[in-house]
């Protein structure tokens, strides 16, 4: 009866060991940080939803059209909503939809 409530014990205790093992150092801690900061450079939109993108860009708009200035950041974000605007581009359409 012993050896069960033993087992019981080294079963109930042996998640929480496994738990509080160290962390894998196959990258450096500052790696991850640094992955993170590179990428929200590279867009500023990153980590939102796509509506939470859409109202920062109608904000942008809006800002842009009453002739208010844009802060750095802003900037960076209009970009990006430019970049992913549907907007029509100066190219013409192929001549084959335009026979259609």
């Not at 962390?23 to 450079?41: F, I, M, N, Y």
């Amino acid at each position: 009866m012993r050896h069960v409530a033993l087992f019981m014990i080294v079963l109930m205790l042996a998640p929480s060991a496994r738990a509080t093992s160290r962390p894998r150092t196959d990258q450096p801690q500052g790696s991850s940080v640094a992955l993170s900061k590179e990428k929200a450079a590279q867009d500023p939109l990153a980590g939102m939803t796509m509506d939470q993108q859409m109202a920062v860009c109608a904000r942008l708009a809006d800002r842009r059209r009453q002739g208010q200035p844009l802060s750095p950041v802003m900037a960076g974000q209009a970009e990006a909503c430019d970049r992913m605007s549907m907007a029509p581009t100066s190219m013409p359409a192929p001549a084959a939809t335009l026979d259609r």
